[in-house]
């Protein structure tokens, strides 16, 4: 079984080597970004699913571009 | 106080970790709209019928709880004293991305979801990391495999 985890604190994972992580700035809580705002996480969540194909090597880390409460998204 | 990007990393930096001597690596077995995706939030969540989590245990608590698929948003509640759930509360995908997951099997982006997804309370430590990594998680790990699960999406709190 394939494995990813958001992650909210770079430096934690870096310790804690899971196989595949996807690292967002964004505050405690707000793994999938800002309530009801549907395009936002439906970008993040896709954004997941791609680090799970493209990381391929063990303890890989993919830094998310997005930055908390800026930027705007497909169907926005 | 968490809110504050520089709290967030002082925080990291003085915070000790269980780091594994070897990484676990499974690749992809199979194009993603051919996989059945498991859910695993350390959120908090539960139904608002389960036992709460422990929140007076200094350590946390490592237990997890099931929550089936389909439930309904109403059915779900959070006890984790240690974030601000608040918009979590008005919106569990925040934390527990169940409608986005199933926008996406309804696309086929995703081949399908595991009977139940599953909830930790995060703030797990002390005596109750041991009992995390030997006992509750792998419990949760069999019961996700046992689901057919060909991929797992961890969400933080």
Redesign the interface.
């Known amino acids: 079984?394939?494995?990813?985890?958001?992650?909210?604190?770079r430096?934690?994972s870096e310790?804690?080597?899971?196989?595949r992580t996807y690292h967002l700035?964004f505050?405690?809580?707000?793994?999938?970004?800002?309530?009801?705002r549907?395009a936002q996480?439906?970008f993040i969540?896709?954004d997941?699913?791609s680090a799970?194909?493209s990381i391929s090597e063990?303890?890989g880390i993919i830094d998310s571009p997005l930055r908390w409460r800026r930027g705007s998204f497909p169907g926005e | 106080m968490?809110?504050l990007?520089g709290v967030?990393?002082l925080w990291?930096?003085r915070?000790a970790?269980?780091?594994?001597d070897t990484?676990?690596?499974?690749?992809?077995?199979k194009p993603?709209p051919e996989c059945r995706m498991?859910l695993v939030t350390t959120?908090g969540v539960h139904l608002q019928g389960d036992p709460p989590f422990e929140v007076d245990d200094p350590h946390g608590d490592p237990s997890f709880r099931r929550i089936p698929a389909d439930a309904p948003a109403d059915a779900l509640t959070i006890t984790h004293p240690y974030?601000?759930?608040t918009?979590?509360e008005?919106?569990r995908?925040?934390?527990l991305?169940m409608?986005?997951?199933q926008?996406?099997r309804a696309s086929g982006?995703?081949g399908g979801a595991t009977a139940e997804f599953f909830s930790f309370m995060g703030h797990i430590e002390g005596p109750h990391l041991k009992t995390l990594i030997q006992e509750t998680a792998l419990d949760a790990a069999r019961e996700?495999?046992r689901q057919q699960?060909?991929?797992?999406?961890?969400?933080?709190?």
Not at chain 1, 27 to 36: I, K, N, R
Not at chain 2, 149 to 157: G, H, I, K, Y
């Open positions: 079984m394939s494995t990813l985890g958001i992650s909210l604190l430096r934690i310790q804690v080597r899971p196989p700035r505050p405690f809580g707000h793994a999938l970004g800002e309530p009801c549907r996480q439906r969540f896709r997941c699913l799970l194909v063990p303890g | 968490f809110k990007p967030r990393e990291a930096a915070h970790v269980e780091a594994p990484i676990p690596w499974a690749p992809l077995s993603l498991a959120g974030y601000d759930h918009d979590a008005q919106d995908n925040l934390v991305p409608d986005i997951l926008e996406l982006e995703v996700i495999r699960a060909d991929v797992a999406l961890l969400v933080p709190a």
